[in-house]
């Protein structure tokens, strides 16, 4: 009864392939968030949909690319991938957009790019 | 702009001792206020939050952090480290209106050793 999901763990793929990370949530959550950790273990925003609208759209390369096709998934679909790529992507979602709202994480997906 | 700033990226304690890890933020208008943990491996867990109310702040495995407004402080505490405490802490801000996203300062990793 996992609430906040990602597939798969690891994944580890050459540079220019195309690679997606799924995210499920099973709270009944409004809001769903996509964040990247760096080695450095820094978490920064990357994107936002509530009830499948995107949000947020932080300034990350075209290459991203969110899809939300319900309100309790959200995939991270990643083009030509790159070295710098590499990172843990984290999904997290909460109950609603307001702001005061705890998060709720999964698990998070180490990707790595050789 | 926001910001986040966390003063010592590592801290190492005995246990038994008072852990204090230190968050300073940056914000045009007070923020809401959130300290994160990452156990090794895994994704975030809220361990309390600062929103409205009451300055002083408890949270879960008997964590507490203060709101001061005078000093833009949110520093952490526990009166007595335990060897499980032992992980990856985060301070985040988010401004205080719907559809924003977690700003993260840079984690403090606090080491316990017996």
């Known amino acids: 009864d996992t609430a906040v999901s990602q597939t798969p763990k690891y994944l580890v793929t050459q540079m220019g392939n195309d690679k997606s990370i799924k995210c499920e949530q099973n709270?009944?959550?409004?809001?769903m968030y996509w964040y990247k950790q760096d080695s450095k273990k820094f978490l920064k925003i990357m994107f936002s949909y509530n009830n499948k609208e995107l949000i947020i759209n932080e300034t990350v390369p075209n290459r991203f690319s969110p899809k939300s096709p319900d309100k309790a998934h959200l995939n991270l679909h990643i083009n030509s991938l790159e070295l710098g790529d590499s990172a843990v992507y984290f999904c997290?979602?909460?109950?609603?957009?307001?702001?005061?709202?705890?998060?709720?994480f999964g698990p998070g997906t180490r990707l790595t790019v050789l | 702009a926001q910001s986040v700033t966390q003063l010592g990226s590592h801290v190492s304690v005995s246990e038994g001792a008072l852990v204090l890890l230190r968050c300073n933020y940056s914000s045009s208008v007070p923020p809401y206020l959130f300290w994160y943990v990452q156990y090794p491996n895994q994704g975030l867990q809220l361990l309390l939050k600062y929103t409205t109310g009451a300055t002083l702040v408890k949270g879960i495995n008997g964590f507490e952090a203060e709101f001061k407004k005078s000093e833009t402080s949110f520093h952490l505490t526990k009166p007595s480290a335990h060897m499980s405490d032992a992980a990856e802490y985060f301070c985040a801000v988010n401004l205080p209106q719907a559809g924003t996203a977690l700003i993260f300062g840079k984690g403090t990793t606090l080491s316990v050793s017996s």
């Open positions: 709270l009944g959550h409004d809001t």
């Open positions: 997290a979602s909460s109950p609603n957009r307001e702001s005061y709202n705890e998060q709720f």
